[in-house]
């Protein structure tokens, strides 16, 4: 291999980079913008269908004016059927709260000797 052989190589190694139109004309094909339009075609004519066919309420009535004089409202306790189970047995004590610093007395059956 002479001196004339490598500058050949060498030459055709180092070709000009090609034009940047060239480039972009020979770019391969879109290929993913055809599923993105008909999936957003298909997603348009979907919503589109549902919002046609969706079913339209009627307008909701006026709420009834309560009479709040009517005697079944007159009273001020609500009593239900399980108003037992929030008695709690003892409540008595917890009724005051306790003063910090003051020992409370507490007075025994029978008096205190």
Do not use: F, K, N, Y
Not at 19 to 38: F, H, K, M, N, Q
């Amino acid at each position: 291999m002479t001196d004339e052989d490598l500058r050949a190589v060498l030459a055709a190694a180092h070709e000009p980079a090609p034009s940047i139109d060239r480039v972009l004309a020979a770019r391969a094909p879109r290929r993913w913008l055809r599923p993105v339009v008909v999936m957003t075609a298909a997603a348009a004519v979907t919503i589109a269908a549902l919002v046609i066919a969706w079913p339209r309420h009627a307008p909701r009535p006026a709420a009834p004016v309560l009479d709040l004089s009517a005697a079944e409202l007159r009273s001020t306790t609500i009593v239900t059927p399980l108003d037992s189970l929030l008695e709690v047995p003892g409540l008595a004590p917890l009724q005051t709260l306790p003063e910090l610093g003051r020992v409370p007395t507490v007075e025994l059956p029978g008096g205190s000797p």
